[in-house]
């Protein structure tokens, strides 16, 4: 059965819709039902009438696999993420401070905080029925850190709706590809707030006045029909080829993971029977002494066996002898 995006409020059309639910929901799904819920969800608030909310979900970028990760975590273990949010807070008042101890403190409380739930799921193994690879755990690690170091992406990892990992590095902080991230733009994107799941009833940044998403500014005056009627044949084209595309990384990483598991199996079988000769060898290599001793056992005793004959012969002779002559002998 094709996965159903999450849904706020059974509305019928032209009804509100409670986008932020919605876009919440979809940051929860496994993450290969990502693409299709997104689709489902931009055209349930496109139904109820808020285009331009519906844009902003369609436009939502799929988590990647590290991001996911951090959304899940942050979702099972909220008062950890806040603990963390909350000692970044106590850091930068005693940086003001210049409170050299408490920063000392206050970091090392960091280096264990992070460790302790980085080190939890690594035991574990995995996070909502995925497993977890080391190079996820490295930017999950990396993430809380920057949670901790700058309070825009503080709110961003609580609100669970990452899509690609953060890292905190001297000048701010970048994403997984090394770029700048604009947190302060995610979290409009998003709709994360400072606290978990009361971000924007548009999910993607700006105030709504209620009309879905236009303003009063001129800038925000709304535009001609046909204009509007053209973005949204792009936005609709371009979505679904994005889908499209993403639904082929999809199957392609799924290729990816299956043959990866195949490469595994068989190293490990390879493994076993390298074992299994390497043991054989030693076996081989000690029967091999064996018969040699063996061999030389049976030719000592051939020459026993040989020089019993010889003595035996010898001794009937002998016998032989003797009874011719004392055959002789009773006759004379």
């Not at 331009?52 to 959304?71: D, H």
């Not at 899940?72 to 101890?101: F, H, K, M, N, S």
């Not at 170091?149 to 690609?164: E, I």
Request: aromatic share 2%.
């Amino acid at each position: 059965m094709s996965p159903k995006a999450p849904r706020g409020t059974d509305t019928p059309a032209g009804t509100a819709t409670d986008v932020d639910a919605l876009v919440d929901g979809l940051f929860a799904l496994p993450l290969e039902q990502f693409v299709v819920a997104r689709t489902a969800a931009a055209k349930e608030i496109k139904a109820s009438g808020d285009a331009v909310g519906a844009e902003r979900v369609g436009r939502l970028a799929k988590p990647t696999v590290a991001a996911w990760v951090v959304n899940q975590v942050a979702r099972e273990r909220p008062d950890d993420i806040a603990a963390l949010v909350a000692l970044g807070d106590e850091l930068r008042d005693a940086t003001e401070d210049r409170d050299r101890t408490r920063i000392r403190t206050l970091d090392r409380l960091r280096r264990e905080r992070v460790e302790r739930v980085v080190g939890e799921l690594r035991d574990a193994g995995e996070v909502a029925g995925r497993a977890v690879s080391a190079t996820a755990l490295d930017r999950l690690s990396e993430t809380l850190t920057a949670a901790v170091m700058d309070p825009d992406a503080g709110a961003l990892v609580r609100a669970g709706r990452l899509s690609q990992a953060l890292q905190h590095v001297g000048f701010g902080i970048v994403d997984e590809g090394g770029e700048p991230a604009d947190v302060v733009e995610l979290r409009a994107r998003t709709g994360a707030a400072d606290e978990h799941g009361s971000g924007t009833a548009t999910a993607a940044g700006g105030e709504s006045d209620g009309t879905g998403g236009a303003g009063s500014s001129p800038d925000d005056a709304e535009p001609p029909e046909d204009a509007v009627a053209a973005a949204e044949r792009e936005v609709e084209e371009t979505a679904a080829e994005v889908d499209r595309l993403e639904a082929e990384r999809d199957e392609a990483d799924a290729r990816v993971r299956e043959a990866g598991d195949a490469v595994g199996q068989a190293e490990e079988a390879l493994g076993r029977v390298e074992d299994e000769l390497a043991r054989l060898a030693d076996e081989r290599e000690e029967l091999r002494a064996r018969l040699g001793e063996a061999r030389d056992a049976e030719a000592t005793a051939r020459e026993s066996l040989d020089g019993a004959d010889a003595r035996l012969d010898e001794a009937e002779e002998r016998a032989a002898a003797a009874r011719k002559a004392r055959r002789a002998a009773r006759r004379g």
